[in-house]
């Protein structure tokens, strides 16, 4: 009897896939690119960065005016060590959004960038990124918190101090 079962459920499968193969549903575009964003980020918090950068780059084929996308991309990109790869990635989400110059993850891309510059060593565009972000979004500690360190570090300790306080000003809010 329970082989009986099997043979039935199997062929309502076979012809459930058949039906669906007759009707060619298309998935739409959009809903392919935000389960590639999904799954973009969950290779990533699983550190397989290759198979992360991969999505990522489908996701920005489907949708070439993805900023976050793009911005992910500079991330993943940054932790392979690929600094001129993140900043170009950076760079085309900071364009993408500056066509929208209200929209929040500007400030995020312009804060990513300047990690990437920080790690390839480029003090001075670091530093224009981290000031960019902060004006444009006043209220994220992480851009204090390296500018701070990139006064302290070129000896600028009155910027440096500066920077400090304003960072201790939001971190008490």
Not at 18 to 44: C, F, H, R, S, Y
Not at 103 to 114: E, F, V, W
């Amino acid at each position: 009897m329970p082989v009986l079962i099997v043979f039935i459920l199997f062929n309502l499968f076979l012809s459930a896939k058949a039906d669906e193969n007759k009707l060619n549903i298309a998935v739409p575009e959009n809903l392919k690119e935000a389960n590639l964003m999904q799954t973009g980020m969950t290779l990533l918090k699983n550190k397989q960065l290759d198979k992360s950068l991969q999505a990522f780059n489908k996701a920005v084929e489907i949708d070439p005016s993805n900023s976050e996308a793009y911005i992910t991309k500079g991330i993943v990109n940054s932790l392979m060590k690929d600094y001129k790869a993140a900043i170009n990635d950076e760079t085309m989400a900071i364009g993408i959004i500056l066509a929208n110059l209200s929209d929040p993850k500007l400030a995020l891309a312009y804060n990513t960038r300047g990690h990437a510059y920080l790690a390839n060593n480029e003090l001075n565009l670091a530093m224009t990124d981290f000031i960019l972000a902060s004006k444009i979004n006043p209220h994220y500690p992480d851009n204090y918190r390296q500018l701070s360190k990139i006064y302290e570090n070129t000896g600028d300790l009155k910027m440096a101090k500066l920077m400090h306080d304003k960072l201790t000003d939001l971190n008490k809010k």
